[in-house]
């Protein structure tokens, strides 16, 4: 448990008279600002660093909700959280810590890694996804290899010449 007074010095602020309002919070909380806080909260739930609850099916891998197809040559080498109807092709390879929402497909040949995908995305043949957050309804052409650390807009098409939204650290 984090306790405020050791951040705040309240005392000092109300002698200014600047107004001051805080909780105390007993359980896991994160600001999710910033893209980076953003990615390591989902972390924080896949390695289950927070107590949350989780309306999917536990597996071997990680979670999946219902209507989950993983193809027999798939490998999921991690942990991974997929979302209701997610599509799994055939020697796709998810690794690390991975997060797809609903209705996305991640077809054949393609790798994720330490990544999340939003909802109704689609990533094409043969694409590499690396340590970035890939924006609900995009679609990433075949044979695309995303830059690491990259935020990708919603609805956007991604070819290899496309630029992300923003890259994070």
Known sequence: KIRSEKYINKQKLMSKNIPLQAIDINAYWADIGTLKQYHQSIRDALLGRVTIEINAERTKFGYKEKGVLIDKDAKIQGTAYLGQN??????????GLVYIEKNSVIEEGSYINNSVIWADSVIGKNVKVINSIVGNNCKVNEGTEMIANSVWAPKTLIKSDTKPAFIFN
Do not use: F, Y
């Open 86 to 95: 997610v599509k799994i092709g055939s020697r796709v390879v998810l690794e």
